[in-house]
């Protein structure tokens, strides 16, 4: 049998996050060998996984980050069970990682197949799920594209969020933006975005309402119009009252950086 030295674990607990103990009955195991320690660490994340697959992973960690020229920027959460691994120091940098990394991909499946040191994104999570011993997956990948993107976590990193500029606008608009988003979850950007089945029932239910309240069937239609603009103003971003300054809307709000500057898209990612 090899002499497992501390500083053999301690390399090995360096490569793959495991515990100490972990790693040094992997290393005993495999008589030495990092990569045959390596691969039994694995596969003990594949035992775990398996084990706890049916498991909610409700808690983690949500990201946003912009590239370095603040034109495209990715949310995305990496979730677990439980909120004491979610607030812990290692996972939160390993999200951050995450995240970093996603930057070069456009949708969560080939994120999941790239390479992070040496195997997939996809293996890590089935390793890290070993070593934490709980569910451990990326939940949300969103991505947007603009003029300029703005990015904002909210604290504790329960929620993380994108917004994307026509133009260029200063760094202090776009994380304001982005905190309405985190703040206020609009349903859509504006009233096109809203879905027609959502407008409807808006619609419906308002007439319900007025005509519990009595008011005659040729007053409902124009009525219920007036009820679904106050919908809009607080369900679509750009419609919504600026919450640092409820005097004015999210869009004149990013006007005041020039007359032909909008909103162009948003993206929300929470956990739970």
């Known amino acids: 049998m090899s002499n497992i030295t501390a500083a053999d674990v301690n390399k090995l607990r360096q490569i793959t996050g495991a515990g100490m103990m972990d790693c040094k009955k992997a290393l005993v195991e495999a008589d030495g060998n990092f990569e045959a320690a390596i691969e039994i660490l694995r596969k003990k994340g594949q035992k775990v996984a398996a084990n706890r697959s049916d498991r909610e992973s409700t808690e983690g960690a949500a990201i946003a980050l912009v590239n370095a020229d603040k034109t495209a920027g990715v949310a995305i959460s990496l979730n677990c069970e439980t909120d004491f691994v979610g607030k812990n120091e290692a996972f939160v940098k390993l999200a951050n990682d995450f995240a970093q ?9 080939a994120f999941l197949t ?11 999570l089935i390793e890290q799920t ?11 990948f969103e991505r947007i594209e603009g003029a300029f993107v703005g990015s904002y976590i909210h604290a504790g990193n329960k929620i993380a969020t994108l917004v994307s500029f026509s133009g260029k606008v200063e760094e202090e608009m776009g994380k304001n933006v982005a905190m309405q988003v985190a703040a206020m979850s609009p349903i859509a950007l504006d009233e096109a975005g809203v879905d027609a089945a959502v407008i409807e029932k808006e619609i419906e239910i308002a007439k319900d309402l007025l005509r519990q309240e009595g008011k005659p069937e040729a007053m409902l239609d124009n009525i219920a119009k007036g009820k679904l603009a106050r919908f809009f103003k607080d369900n679509t971003l750009v419609n919504q009252d600026f919450i640092k300054d409820g005097s004015m809307s999210v869009a004149a709000y990013v006007k005041t950086a ?15």
């Open 130 to 140: 070993g070593v934490i011993g709980e569910k451990i997956e990326i939940g949300s």
């Open 101 to 109: 990394m996603a930057l070069n991909y456009t949708d969560k499946e």
């Open 114 to 124: 790239a390479d992070f040191n040496g195997i997939s994104v996809a293996e890590k």
């Open 258 to 272: 020039g007359a032909d500057l909008k909103v162009t898209g948003y993206k929300r990612v929470a956990l739970g």
